[in-house]
T-cell receptor
């Protein structure tokens, strides 16, 4: 079935450093791709999404581009802040399922230090 | 607008006991989901419902049941809890265009 693989953490960065979290996917169809963020003690929040090849999702300074040729959806930010410390999940909409259920990666923990 | 609420926030449960986790959304989304989150495993789909009156099995449905009597509510029941069901449980809902919205989660410990 469809699946997502994302880089393992934890990732530790200094404030204002550049961030890249890699995410690749396997899908038989044409899934939508998502990045979710989970702050400590909270539920998941949608960070950004892309619904077709070459789409770029962006929000709060984060970006990710849907690359069909490399089956990737890497999350990037040019200058991270301490408040970006969280766990980030890459996900895709499972085309084999009914509805809009998501397949998630295992999550990447990001710690940004002052 | 509350979005999605879950209850209880946390629970400690003896093995063998029955437990129902509650989930309510006020966004009139047709689709709802239950996931469990375990360290190193990410989120795994337990059950889903595309619309009121229908349900389906996800990746890890064994030991869990759901019902969808109306659009707003999607309770998850553990008929006889086991320690391997210790986890954080998230309910979510979605429409066709905006992705999934998650509740705050229920932390369940089965002893």
């Amino acid at each position: 079935g469809d699946s997502v693989t994302q880089m393992e953490g934890p990732v530790t960065l200094s404030e204002e450093a550049c961030l890249t979290i890699n995410c690749t996917y396997t899908a038989t169809g044409y899934p939508s791709l998502f990045w979710y963020v989970q702050y400590p003690g909270e539920g998941l929040q949608l960070l950004l999404k892309a619904t077709k090849a070459d789409d770029k999702g962006s929000n709060k300074g984060f970006e990710a581009t849907y690359r069909k040729e490399t089956t990737s959806f890497h999350l990037e930010k040019g200058s991270v802040q301490v408040s970006d410390s969280a766990v980030y999940f890459c996900a895709l909409s499972d085309t084999s399922n009914s509805g809009y259920a998501l397949n998630f990666g295992k999550g990447t923990s990001l710690l940004v230090t002052p | 607008i509350a979005g999605i609420t879950q209850a209880p926030t946390s629970q400690i449960l003896a093995a063998g006991r029955r437990m129902t986790l509650r989930c309510t959304q006020d966004m009139r989304h047709n689709a709802m989901y239950w996931y469990r989150q375990d360290l190193g495993l990410g989120l795994r789909l337990i059950h889903y419902s595309n619309t009121a009156g229908t349900t389906g099995k996800g990746e890890v449905p064994d030991g869990y049941s759901v019902s969808r009597a109306n659009t707003d509510d999607f309770p998850l029941t553990l008929a006889s809890a086991v320690p391997s069901q210790t986890s954080v449980y998230f309910c979510a809902s979605s429409d066709a265009t905006h992705g999934q919205f998650f509740g705050p989660g229920t932390r369940l410990t089965v002893l």
